[in-house]
């Protein structure tokens, strides 16, 4: 195998191990499923929300038990990955829509963007940054939902 055609299957391999960090994201916090949704950070990983902010897998583990209990049903779709490879590190931007249950019983349907970085460490990827950022704040999915 040429070292062209090796490193081009790499990519793929790389992108396709990314593209798993991602969904497991979304199974890992939409489940509550603690394990799944820490097991794809990077001990030192940085975690941006409107809720707060998160550096390391403590005050990760943290800001989501939070998110958690603010927002006990939710639903997330990565939608559009781009994803850059260069050797041992990534970026990647992608949309989100997300269905949500705030804890006061509220109803939406959000929609925004994701930028990530990742590093592979010891042979795995890893996520070493993630930060929401939203495009539409709010959209009540029912109208006995809309406030104010």
């Known amino acids: 195998m040429t070292d062209s055609l090796h490193a081009r299957i790499q990519r793929v391999i790389d992108i396709e191990d990314i593209r798993t960090l991602m969904a497991k994201y979304c199974h890992g916090i939409d489940r509550k499923d603690e394990e799944t949704f820490m097991g794809i950070w990077a001990a030192d990983g940085a ?13 990760i583990r943290a800001l989501v038990h939070r998110v958690w209990r603010q927002v006990p049903k939710c639903h997330h779709h990565i939608t559009n990955p781009v994803i850059e490879v260069t050797g041992d590190t990534a970026t990647a931007k992608t949309d989100v829509i997300y269905f949500r249950e705030t804890d006061d019983g509220l109803l939406q349907l959000l929609s925004g ?36």
């Open 47 to 59: 975690y941006m929300l409107p809720r707060g902010e998160a550096r390391g897998t403590d005050e």
């Open 113 to 148: 963007g994701y930028d990530f970085a990742y590093a592979r460490r010891d042979g795995l990827w890893k996520t070493t940054y993630l930060k929401f950022s939203s495009f539409v704040n709010v959209s009540p999915i029912f109208k006995d939902n809309i406030r104010g």
